[in-house]
C-alpha cells in the first residue's frame, strides 16, 4: 500500500526500482527483529559484566562478593544466547547494534533493575524454568518492547520500521511465551515459504499495472463520492482488495475485506473503513452474482 502510495506521490512508473525498495523494506523486518531479539543476550551480559566488577571492588559488601544471580542464571536469557540460530542469523545478517551503541542496553538494564517486576523476581535465589519464562516474557512485554529511547534508536535507525516494530514485539512476546525447557530457540522465518515471498510482487506488480481496470470496478459504486474526494489511500486500499478478489483465488473474501478494513482504520481517515466495508461488500455480492470471484479450497467464500 504503502509503496504504491510512494509511486503515485512521485508521478514515477518505475515499477521495479519500487518493488526493490518495498522487497529490501519487507527483508530489513528481519534485522529489527534480530536486533530486539539480541538485545536480550545483551541486557544479561551486562549485568554478568556489572556483578564480576562489583565483585572484585576493594571494599566489596559481603552481598556484592556473593550476589543473587538468578537474574544472569536465568534459563531462558541462557537458552537465548545458546542458541545456534540465533548465533547464525546474527553473524550472516551482521547484527552488531549493541557493541557500538550498548548504552541503550545499559539504559534497559538500569530500568529493569529498578522495576517491581525484577524485584520481585529477586526476592528468592531459586526458580523454575516456568518462572523464568514468565519473567523474560513479561520483562520484555512490560519493559523493553515500550522504552521509549530504545523506539527513538530503532525509528532513528531505519524509518520503515516504524510500521514494524509492533509486529515484531508481538512475534518475540509470542515465541517467548511458547519456548519449551530443553529446546533450543529457532529464529522466526520472514516468509512462511516460497508462494508467501512471492505474493508481495504479485500484489505489487498486479494492482499497479491494473489500476485504471481495477478503479472501474468501483468508481461507478460511490454516487455520494466525487472520484477526487475519495483520500488517495482509500483508493489505493479498494484497487487492492479488489485485486485480491479478482486475481488471487487463494485467498478468502472475509480475510481480504478484514485485512484492508485494519489498514484503513491504521492509515486512513476515521471513516474510510466504514465507506470502504459498504463498497467492498456491495462488490463482493456483484462479484458473485456475476461469477467473478473464483476462490479455490475449502472454506475459500
Given at each position: ?9 512521485k508521478?514515477?512508473d518505475d ?30 551480559k ?12 576493594h571494599?566489596?559488601?559481603p ?19 545458546d ?13 552488531n547494534?549493541?557493541s557500538?551503541?550498548d ?9 529493569i533493575?529498578?522495576s ?6 529477586m526476592?528468592?535465589k ?7 519464562k514468565e ?21 532513528d535507525?531505519?524509518?520503515t ?8 514485539n508481538?512475534?518475540?512476546?509470542k ?32 494492482t ?31 484497487k ?10 487463494s485467498i ?8 484492508y ?9 476515521p ?6 466495508n459498504?463498497i ?12 467473478k ?5 475449502r472454506?475459500?467464500?
Amino acid at each position: 500500500m504503502q509503496s504504491i502510495y510512494a509511486l503515485h506521490q512521485k508521478n514515477s512508473d518505475d515499477i521495479e526500482k519500487e518493488e526493490k525498495f518495498l522487497l529490501h523494506s519487507i527483508d530489513s523486518i528481519q534485522d529489527l527483529y534480530l536486533i530486539m531479539m539480541s538485545s536480550l543476550i545483551e541486557i544479561r551480559k551486562k549485568e554478568v559484566v556489572f556483578l564480576e566488577a562489583s565483585s572484585k571492588k576493594h571494599l566489596a559488601t559481603p552481598e556484592e562478593k556473593n550476589p543473587n544471580k538468578k537474574f544472569v542464571n536465568n534459563a531462558v536469557l541462557q537458552l537465548l544466547e545458546d542458541s545456534n540460530s540465533l548465533s547464525i542469523a546474527l553473524e550472516k545478517r551482521k547484527i552488531n547494534n549493541w557493541s557500538m551503541n550498548d548504552d541503550y542496553i545499559l539504559i534497559l538494564l538500569n530500568e529493569i533493575k529498578q522495576s517491581s517486576l525484577y524485584e520481585n523476581y529477586m526476592s528468592t535465589k531459586k526458580s523454575s524454568f516456568e518462572e523464568d519464562k514468565e519473567f523474560v516474557a513479561d520483562m520484555f512485554t512490560e519493559l523493553i518492547a515500550p522504552n521509549e529511547k530504545l523506539y527513538e534508536y530503532l525509528e532513528d535507525n531505519k524509518l520503515t520500521w516504524i510500521d514494524d516494530i509492533p509486529l515484531v514485539n508481538t512475534q518475540i512476546q509470542k515465541q517467548l511465551k511458547q519456548i519449551s525447557e530443553g529446546t533450543e530457540f529457532k529464529v522466526t522465518k520472514l516468509y512462511k515459504d516460497q508462494e508467501d515471498q512471492e505474493f508481495v510482487s504479485l500484489l505489487f506488480r498486479k494492482t499497479v499495472l491494473n489500476e485504471i481496470e481495477l478503479a472501474k470496478e468501483y468508481i461507478d459504486k460511490t454516487p455520494n463520492w466525487d472520484a477526487d474526494r475519495i483520500a488517495e489511500i482509500d483508493t489505493i486500499i479498494l484497487k487492492m482488495a479488489i485485486c485480491e478478489f479478482l486475481k488471487f483465488p487463494s485467498i478468502p473474501v472475509k480475510v481480504t475485506i478484514n485485512e484492508y478494513l485494519e489498514l484503513a482504520k491504521e492509515y486512513s481517515t476515521p471513516k474510510s473503513s466504514i465507506f470502504i466495508n459498504g463498497i467492498l461488500d456491495n462488490l463482493v455480492k456483484e462479484f458473485q452474482s456475476e461469477n467473478k470471484i473464483q476462490k479455490t479450497g475449502r472454506g475459500l467464500m
